[in-house]
T-cell receptor, first 117, second 109 residues
Framework: DARVTQTPRHKVTEMGQEVTMRCQPI?????VFWYRQTMMQGLELLAY????????DSGMPKDRFSAEMPDATLATLKIQPSEPRDSAVYFC???????????????FGPGTRLTVL | DAKTTQPNSMESNEEEPVHLPCNHS???????IHWYRQLPSQGPEYVIH???SNVNNRMASLAIAEDRKSSTLILHRATLRDAAVYYC??????????FGSGTRLQVQP
């Protein structure tokens, strides 16, 4: 049963520290998304990649957040320096975009719960 | 993404059918209707999607109005495990999903 995996599942850190979250998309999927969920804002898109190239990162605070895909099996989301307002659950999702268009189902990981003190 | 409107919450009894409505009056001709749900402490999961015709899968059915301005997700026999937030989404060409506040479904035993 193919699944998106995320590490770590939980992270507690202090303000100013660097945080790196990792995601392994489902093998064969060509699109990776990063979402963030908070009680106040709900689920919001941070960035997404297709074939490892960033297509949209308009949802990310550029000064402190960065997202990369070093290879097709790994996506990373880094926060440096972290702030208390970054406390949230961060979800990674992957999907397969077909060349003929149409909708692509997104498969979500279990999330990383980040707490910045 | 086209705007969707869903009730904030709904209640159901276990083993009874549940009809979750969604209004999307600004839907365009090429917009697919997606439903995802989020169980407590989990990531969202895909439920079903459709374009014009009603759709069935092992999880649910999707009934789409003839004018496509509304749709209904149907859980034929609700179980306690179906308690979740259900999101109706019409993703635009950007492919990413825009989540609204969804409908929180409570299932009573």
């Amino acid at each position: 049963d193919a699944r998106v995996t995320q590490t770590p599942r939980h992270k507690v850190t202090e303000m100013g520290q660097e945080v790196t979250m990792r995601c392994q998309p489902i093998l064969g999927h060509n699109t990776v998304f990063w979402y963030r969920q908070t009680m106040m804002q709900g689920l919001e898109l941070l960035a997404y990649f297709r074939n490892r190239a960033p297509l949209d990162d308009s949802g990310m605070p550029k000064d402190r957040f960065s997202a990369e895909m070093p290879d097709a099996t790994l996506a990373t989301l880094k926060i440096q320096p972290s702030e208390p307002r970054d406390s949230a659950v961060y979800f990674c999702a992957s999907g397969l975009v077909l060349s003929g268009g149409g909708p692509d189902t997104q498969y979500f990981g279990p999330g990383t719960r980040l707490t910045v003190l | 993404d086209a705007k969707t409107t869903q009730p904030n919450s709904m209640e159901s009894n276990e083993e009874e059918p549940v009809h979750l409505p969604c209004n999307h009056s600004t839907i365009s001709g090429t917009d697919y209707i997606h439903w995802y749900r989020q169980l407590p402490s989990q990531g969202p999961e895909y439920v079903i999607h459709g374009l014009t015709s009603n759709v069935n899968n092992r999880m649910a059915s999707l009934a789409i109005a003839e004018d496509r301005k509304s749709s209904t997700l149907i859980l034929h026999r609700a179980t306690l495990r179906d308690a979740a937030v259900y999101y109706c989404i019409l993703p635009a060409g950007r492919r990413a999903l825009t989540f609204g506040s969804g409908t929180r479904l409570q299932v009573q035993p």
